[in-house]
């Protein structure tokens, strides 16, 4: 009869095995090809450590491979590349999956008022640059604004009381789709809106902006096919961080220097 030969090495609590390794376990579960034990051989209780890297280190992998998993440093989450090589497309992981929506990503600046720059954002927007001084976004030591594969938020000031907010394309490659805004001043519904890479358009429908108001879209993009469907909430809102002297609706009173500004993009699933 003949006899299957399985070849076993155990290196300091790492088991080998046809097919399989075992971590701190000298027996991987028969439908893993990797089991990673709870505890080390002292029986003390140990977790498992992903690559630690931040975006810009994450951007650097080369062919990151669908399914590749990491934990990001600058959005403190774990990330998993549900795009592929070529066009990956990094996910937080959920932590509650009735939630509607399949990524969210969030930016936080401040001071928001009256503008860190001196420059006033053009009409139409600027393409986008990270040291465009157009663009708030160029100062990152006061925060930063939400941007995923396809779309960045940015801001630029209008005049001494308002500014704008530009939506912007990242994604590589010109992209098209419908939105509708509810601006306070100026709602929009807008269809096949096209925009090549780095282009932006503003949000609201009177490009002004002032820093009491809050801003909102619902995305969905038309094409090109790969990312036809993909659906967007993003937001841009200011909020006051102490509870006295109210901004008037202007935004030029006591107090304007404890403004943040939140920005986000929610995918839904």
């Known amino acids: 009869m003949n006899k299957l030969s399985i070849t076993i090495f155990i290196i300091t609590g790492v088991v080998l095995s046809k097919g399989q390794v075992g971590i701190s376990t000298s027996t991987p579960d ?3 090809n ?17 690559g630690t890297m931040s975006t810009s280190n994450r951007d650097s992998i080369s062919q990151p491979a669908t399914g590749l998993m990491i934990y990001n440093t600058t959005d403190n989450c774990l ?22 929506f399949g990524n969210m990503i969030f ?4 001071p928001i008022y009256p503008g860190i720059t001196g420059s006033i954002i053009s009409v139409p927007p600027p393409q986008y640059s990270p040291t465009n001084t157009q663009l708030y976004g160029s100062y990152p030591a006061n925060g930063n604004f939400a941007s995923n594969d396809l779309f960045r938020i940015d801001v630029g000031r209008r005049t001494g009381d308002t500014y704008s907010a530009v939506l912007y394309n990242v994604s590589g490659e010109r992209i098209t789709f419908n939105y509708s805004s ?12 096209s925009l090549n890479n780095a282009q932006g358009r503003f949000i609201d429908g ?17 094409s090109p096919a790969k990312w036809a469907g ?17 901004i008037a609706n202007g935004g030029n009173e006591t107090g304007k220097e404890n403004q943040s500004m939140l920005t986000y993009i929610f995918e839904f699933k």
Request: with cysteine; proline share 7%; hydrophobic share 35%.
């Open 230 to 246: 993909r659906k967007f909430l993003i937001g841009v809102n200011i909020f006051k961080e102490d509870v006295s002297n109210a």
């Open 79 to 100: 990330q998993v590349n549900n795009g592929t090589p070529a066009m990956p497309r990094w996910e937080c992981l959920n932590e509650d999956p009735n939630l509607p």
């Open 30 to 32: 028969q439908s893993s």
């Open 182 to 193: 509810n601006a306070f001043y100026n709602p929009i519904v807008a269809s096949n809106i």
């Open 206 to 222: 009177d490009n002004v902006t002032y820093y009491t108001e809050a801003q909102n879209c619902y995305a969905i993009v038309t």
């Open 107 to 110: 930016g936080r600046y401040k």
């Open 34 to 50: 990797l089991h990673v034990a709870p505890t080390n051989t002292s029986n003390q209780y140990k977790g498992t450590l992903l």
